[in-house]
């Protein structure tokens, strides 16, 4: 199994350009989530789907898209970039989030996005 | 209180020397917590789940106190390897997302 893939690793973006980081993940995982993190802000929650077709806001969905149609991918889209977008963003899977078990979340290698 | 909460440090220490970092949480309800390891400029990966009143595995052990509601990571004999962020990790209310503390840099050195 691959695991969780994310495309690309790397991006340099201008302030106002969109682009859509791919992610999708091989363990027929029904949670997915993007976090993005910042030096001394943790990770922080983006966007999260809990099977296809259904998704929700997290801690900082604004200026970002999702779509579930298949359970294994779950890409991000950047509408128009903006400098403070600049950061590593993360796509995770798990079987179960919040139960007891099973609930590993299983990262990407990440997103090193670029806003300028 | 903030839903997850852990002191940023930095911890230096000596290989060998034992060190504990905590965690506070603000959700009475949650049953299950985690620590993730994070690798510098890498993803985060579980490192510990706790479901009771700890958890043990080789030189780590993590402890719950549910009345103070807090997490404990303890590392033994520390290694040049155990260098990294830890990350204290606790579903959100609705059961929905886990949400992730800053994290705990450790620095172990020879």
């Known amino acids: 199994n691959a695991g969780v893939t994310q495309t690309p690793k790397f991006q340099v973006l201008k302030t106002g350009q969109s682009m859509t980081l791919q992610c999708a993940q091989d363990?027929?995982?029904?949670?997915m989530s993007w976090y993005r993190q910042d030096p001394g802000m943790g990770l922080r929650l983006i966007h999260y789907s809990v099977g296809a077709g259904i998704t929700d806001q997290g801690e900082v969905p604004n200026g970002y898209n999702v779509s579930r149609s298949t359970t294994e991918d779950f890409p991000l889209r950047l509408l128009s970039a903006a400098p403070s977008q600049t950061s590593v963003y993360f796509c995770a899977s798990s079987y179960n989030p919040g139960g007891l078990a099973d609930n590993e979340q299983f990262f990407g290698p990440g997103t090193r996005l670029t806003v300028l | 209180r903030k839903e997850v909460e852990q002191d940023p440090g930095p911890f230096n220490v000596p290989e060998g020397a034992t060190v504990a970092f905590n965690c506070t949480y603000s959700n009475s309800a949650s049953q299950s917590f985690f620590w993730y390891r994070q690798d510098c400029r890498k993803e985060p990966k579980l490192l510990m789940s706790v479901y009771s009143s700890g958890n043990e595995d080789g030189r780590f052990t993590a402890q719950l106190n549910r009345a103070s509601q807090y997490i404990s990571l303890l590392i033994r004999d520390s290694k040049l390897s155990d260098s990294a962020t830890y990350l204290c990790?606790?579903?959100?209310?609705?059961?929905?997302?886990?949400?992730f503390g800053k994290g705990t840099t450790l620095s172990v050195s020879s």
């Open positions: 990790v606790v579903p959100n209310q609705a059961g929905t997302a886990l949400i």
């Open positions: 363990m027929n995982h029904e949670y």
